[in-house]
């Protein structure tokens, strides 16, 4: 029998059997009010995420998120899971160790529907590296310079943090990115002369 045509008794049962985190109650909280006062259009309204309590709590927080940034399809994987959405003018900067290396170190920035933008970071060097992709889980910027400024940013801190100062690689992806945030935040080396009277 399927999730949805059990009846509230049965749902409340399976909804206690899942072990929901923190971030995750409030959306059960919701549901589980709904399910006690028996109101039809929310309880429609998570149903219509999935056909079991962990899918549809899981999939309704994912789509609230797709919201954010104008994301209002729902399509849904052979699995039932909702399905990625595609960001438009999505751009991936490399910063490359080497010439002819394969590139680890890049940021991949992306626009919603409504114009917000948000950024993924993959960064290493000699001995380990971080990294996490564009998403709508990211953080929210109004433009795309605001969001690249952003991720060159924790980048930066990420390969100055972590990496040692005699990583050559890490350094030379280090003078890259701060190439690109000096050119975008409009600060330039300034040369000085000195001048004899």
């Not at 992306?110 to 380990?128: A, E, I, M, P, R």
């Not at 990115?177 to 000096?182: E, P, R, T």
Request: aromatic share 14%; with cysteine; net charge positive.
């Amino acid at each position: 029998m399927e999730y949805k045509e059990l009846s509230i008794y049965e749902k409340l049962e399976r909804i206690q059997e899942v072990n929901y985190c923190r971030a995750e109650r409030h959306e059960v909280a919701v549901y589980l009010n709904a399910l006690r006062r028996n109101y039809r259009a929310v309880i429609e309204e998570y149903e219509s995420f999935g056909d079991s309590p962990r899918q549809l709590i899981m999939n309704k927080r994912d789509y609230d998120k797709h919201l954010l940034f104008g994301f209002t399809k729902k399509e849904f994987n052979q699995y039932g899971w909702l399905e990625c959405p595609c960001f438009l003018e999505r751009e991936e900067i490399k910063f490359p160790h080497r010439d002819g290396w394969a590139v680890s170190n890049y940021i991949t920035v992306g626009k919603g529907l409504n114009g917000k933008w948000s950024y993924g970071v993959s960064y290493s060097h000699s001995t380990g590296g971080s990294g996490y992709g564009l998403g709508v889980w990211g953080k929210i910027f109004d433009n795309r310079k605001d969001c690249l400024k952003s991720a060159l940013n924790d980048m930066l801190t990420g390969l100055e943090k972590d990496s040692s100062k005699t990583d050559r690689y890490a350094l030379n992806v280090l003078k890259q990115a701060k190439a690109l945030f000096d050119e975008i935040t409009g600060r330039k080396p300034v040369q000085l002369e000195l001048s004899f009277f």
